[in-house]
């Protein structure tokens, strides 16, 4: 038998909303007990027993980023499985989820397979794929969303590529209802997205380039509100940046529509403004917005409206990005800033410790249905993040783990790191 | 009895009506099984065949039907009839109706087709199968062929499998096995499920799984799904239809012992059910066919002896 | 309506026993014959039949019983419920004795005669009925009969030879 115990740190668990200093036990990847002592643990004896001294730490459940681009296949040059996996465990990450928009797409049991055959060689954490809602992520046709939930898919999202058409993306929750799949919506209305390439407004102005207006984000989170409710199917939709959007999914929780939402932490720690010099490094989609949308979504974070904080990492290369504003490709990594970026709504006292891990490791197994993960239980996989809040470090170009280093937050300063990240029991050093 | 001139919905009738088609049926059963396969019953009526749709089992179904009636009948296939010149459904039907027809046997791709015909003829209208709404002699088959085999159908579980929204074989043996006291199970992909669901309709659920909806079921109905289905994102794929709403024999060894399969036909073999199970006796598909011949005679028979009592009285 | 009993339970017997010696005493080949009832009133008088010449001659002929309604003349007139025909047996080159309680118009006989056909060629079709009610419409005439009643078209005649208590009623519509 093989046994881990933590000592002495503070454990952070969501299911009790409680911050205790307590030890945990992890026997053969499961999460056995979690006492005052070692004492109870000490009873059996074990020929491997290994020790993590955990004093002054906090010990979170294992984190879960449920919205990430890794690259492959297809885009190699930009991350690999293996690579993203590395930025994931520096970023304190137990698990994470893959969007389809590779090349090909998932849209496949043979693409699946492939994917999860690379993570399990990279071997370091759990990773989920998320499947294609539409074949080739066309917006054309369905995918075989049944094989694609078979082969390991935990949910089906075309992120990237908004649905557009209606009846498609019904009918996408209505299939996906029969394999208790979670449809993952890039809520976004195309056309009136156009040519923009930033958040419609005095900076885009300024610059004198297209923008996407706000309206563009909340008229099709409406939509496809307004299906879920309908259908009464299960919608999760992704990176909600502007307040207008954290209103309307505020309005529609209480009406009881089945649905979840996630922010990234960009759209409560960034403007508009990031884009002035034409910083192509800030160009995403949703587009970074206002101050007063920061406003909205930290107080969505705070009355739980918002329930999840993922990183949509997004790499590109730098030849990709080194280029005009209208040029580059949106999007940014994100799997090593997302803790330290979240730490600042700790350290404003927005949000408590146990808060965090309900919105990066609870709600995400929640929403997903990944069974005996996201709490510290017994009985629970023994995916751990030992986390040091008072850690204070620069967020440096050679920190990046990631293949590509296209982030905003190059320079900054930071408290708070992951120092272990533990998956099944393995321990292994984030920092 | 309270039966009308025409069959156009299962709604229309009520259990004794359901019973007393079937013992009828049952009688007319007998003839086809006889060196004379005729009677003369029906010598002298005149039935239109008005079929707007292609259809082989049901039309052949229909005509056998009539001729072991000693019925007149006429075929009108609608690619070589004036429709394909502009003429309205109205029209046609007040054309025939000046050629003294006794009965019309509609089968439209418009639901509520043989409806609107019923109220503008005094002749029976029969419903042979109307869009996604009704095929009554359908349900009066399955019902007679599984009360050959099982006594109370109030006692039977039945599993419904497929594309419920757009099947009126579905939707018209609900209709009549609920009345008659069965427990349905539907299931499907929900994309293919009525969104209302089936609230409004006694004993009938929408199982969560394949596994739920046929275990110890006594009947089992797999419905045809239509290929063209998938290209309205109804469902993604004929091969993932395969994968997850086939009927194999590993689901078919949930069910209990005595277990019928009936499938209205055509069936997409290897698509909505495995081709082993049609080839054993588990499935009863082609009972059906031969009751549909019975079940037809009987609807010919006693909905014309129901227009014949309202005739006045010379 | 009016209900005037005309032959009580000694009196139905006799006549029941007299038209089952007709038949015996007739130089039929027993072997070779088949009774068939018409339903409903034919069949207790068709197994009546079928015994006494079992006592008799010691043959149990075939007996079956057939519902005509599908080959009536009116077909929808008289019932709406087709009633089962049990015919279990090969007609072909058969000595049919054709069996009903009351006779009348003689189209139900007709009717009878040619749903037989349907199933096959006898030989011949000998035709027996308990009452002769008169008032024929066709060229119909039994071969044997127990008895023979005055009686108008809308006067009923309900023969009872089932149980003990046998009787012959006519009722008469007002």
């Known amino acids: 038998m093989k046994r881990l115990i933590i000592k002495n740190g503070i454990v952070a668990d969501p299911l009790s909303r409680t911050e205790v200093k307590r030890d945990i036990c992890i026997e053969d990847g499961i999460i056995r007990g979690a006492g005052n002592g070692t004492g ?18 906090y010990v979170l459940p294992g984190l879960i980023d449920m919205h990430v681009h890794l690259r492959e296949p297809g885009y190699e040059y930009k991350e690999t499985i293996k690579s993203g996996m590395e930025a994931a465990v520096s970023g304190g990450f137990t698990s ?83 394999f208790g799949l979670p449809v993952i919506s890039h809520s976004e209305d195309l056309s009136l997205r156009g040519k923009g390439v930033m958040n419609e407004g005095f900076t885009s102005q300024a610059l004198g380039v297209a923008g996407i207006p706000s309206i563009a984000e909340e008229i099709a989170i409406e939509r496809d509100i307004g299906l879920a ?25 209480k009406e009881g529509v089945d649905v979840t939402c996630e922010t990234c932490p960009h759209y409560f720690t960034l403007t508009e403004e990031s884009l002035l010099n034409y910083n192509t490094n800030a160009k995403i989609n949703p587009p970074l917005r206002t101050g007063r949308d920061i406003l909205a979504v930290k107080e969505g974070l705070v009355d739980r409206t918002i329930d999840v904080i993922a990183s949509d990492h997004a790499p590109h290369s730098e030849d990709e990005k080194d280029t005009t504003l209208d040029n580059a490709p949106f999007g940014i990594i994100g799997l090593q800033t997302l803790l330290p970026l979240t730490f600042k709504l700790y350290a404003e006292k927005r949000l408590f410790l146990h808060d965090i891990a309900r919105l990066v490791s609870q709600n995400p197994a929640r929403i997903l249905n990944l069974s005996g993960r996201g709490g510290i239980k017994e009985g629970y996989a023994g995916d751990i993040t030992i986390v040091d809040v008072r850690k204070k470090w620069k967020f440096s170009e050679n920190k990046i783990k990631s293949l590509s280093k296209n982030s905003p937050f190059i320079g900054m300063d930071f408290t708070g790191i992951a120092v272990y990240v533990i998956v099944s029991g393995n321990v292994i050093s984030a920092n | 009895m309270s039966l009308k001139k025409d069959l156009i919905s299962i709604k229309d009738l009520t259990k004794s009506d359901i019973y007393s088609f079937i013992e009828t049926a049952k009688e007319f059963k007998k003839i086809s099984l006889k060196d004379i396969k005729k009677v003369p019953t029906l010598r002298g009526k005149t039935v239109i065949n008005l079929f707007y749709e292609p259809s082989t089992r049901t039309r052949s179904s229909f005509e056998i039907a009539q001729k072991r009636l000693s019925a007149d009948s006429l075929n009108i296939a609608i690619s070589q009839s004036s429709v394909t010149k502009g003429e309205t459904l109205k029209d046609t039907i007040l054309n025939l109706e000046s050629m003294k027809p006794d009965a019309f046997v509609i089968r439209h791709h418009e639901s509520g087709a043989p409806y609107f015909i019923s109220k503008i003829t005094k002749a029976s209208v029969i419903n042979a199968g109307d869009g996604i709404n009704e095929h009554p002699t359908q349900t009066l088959l399955d019902i007679m062929t599984v009360m050959e085999e099982k006594k109370d159908i109030s006692s039977l579980k039945v599993a419904i499998i497929g594309d419920i929204s757009h099947s009126r074989v579905a939707r018209s043996d609900i209709f009549g096995l609920s009345m008659l006291g069965a427990d349905i199970y539907i299931y499907g992909p929900y994309s293919l499920l009525p969104v209302t669901g089936f609230k409004d309709i006694p004993n009938v659920r929408i199982a969560k799984g394949f596994k739920e909806a046929v275990k110890n079921a006594d009947v089992i109905i797999m419905l045809r799904i239509q290929k063209e289905r998938a290209g309205y994102h109804f469902i993604p794929s004929i091969e993932e239809y395969r994968n997850f709403f086939k009927l194999t024999p590993e689901l078919l060894s949930l069910a209990s012992k005595g277990v019928m399969v009936l499938h209205p036909g055509p069936v997409n073999r290897d698509v909505e059910i495995s081709g082993s199970i049609i080839n054993r006796d588990k499935t009863f598909i082609f009972k059906q066919v031969e009751n549909g011949i019975a079940v ?5 028979y006693m909905l014309l002896g129901v227009q014949k009592s309202l005739e006045p009285d010379i | 309506m009016e209900e005037v009993l005309l032959f009580d339970n000694f009196a139905t017997k006799e006549i029941l026993l007299g038209l089952t010696d007709d ?6 080949d027993f072997n070779n014959v088949s009774i068939i009832g018409i339903k409903e009133g034919g069949v207790p008088i068709a197994g009546f039949i079928r015994d006494e010449i079992k006592k008799k001659f010691g043959i149990l002929c075939e007996t079956g019983f057939i519902d005509m309604t599908l080959y009536r003349d009116d077909p929808f007139n008289v019932k709406k419920s087709v009633g089962s025909t049990e015919l279990s047996f090969d007609v072909n080159g058969k000595i049919v004795i054709l069996v009903d309680d009351v006779i009348m118009s003689g189209r139900t006989v007709r009717a009878a005669i040619d749903q037989i056909f349907d199933f096959g060629r006898p030989q011949s079709i000998k035709l027996a009925v308990f009452i002769d009610k008169g008032g024929r419409e066709l060229p119909i005439c039994p071969d044997f009969t127990g008895k ?19 009787s012959v009623k006519k009722v008469i519509k007002k």
């Open chain 2, 296 to 300: 037809r005679m009987a609807c010919l």
């Open chain 3, 23 to 28: 038949i015996l005493r007739e130089p039929l």
């Open chain 1, 96 to 178: 994470i989820c893959c969007m389809p928009n590779t090349n090909p797409p998932n849209d496949s049991a043979s693409v699946n397979n492939y994917i999860i055959n690379k993570s399990k060689e990279a071997g370091l954490i759990n990773l989920f794929p998320i499947g294609a809602i539409s074949r080739g992520l066309k917006g054309e046709n369905l995918s075989d969303i049944g094989e694609l939930k078979e082969s390991g898919a935990v949910a089906i999202s075309d992120d990237g590529n908004p649905v557009s058409d209606t009846s498609l993306l019904a009918r996408a929750m209505l299939y996906a209802k029969t």
């Open chain 1, 229 to 253: 409710k309908y259908y009464g199917a299960k919608l999760h939709i992704a990176h909600v940046s502007t307040a207008g959007s954290v209103d309307v999914i505020r309005r529609a929780k």
């Open chain 3, 148 to 166: 023979k009643v005055r009686a108008a078209k809308k006067e009923i005649i309900y023969v009872n030879i089932e149980g003990k208590e046998k």
């Open chain 1, 40 to 57: 109870d643990f000490k009873k059996s004896r074990s020929a491997d027993i290994k020790i993590i001294n955990a004093d002054g730490l």
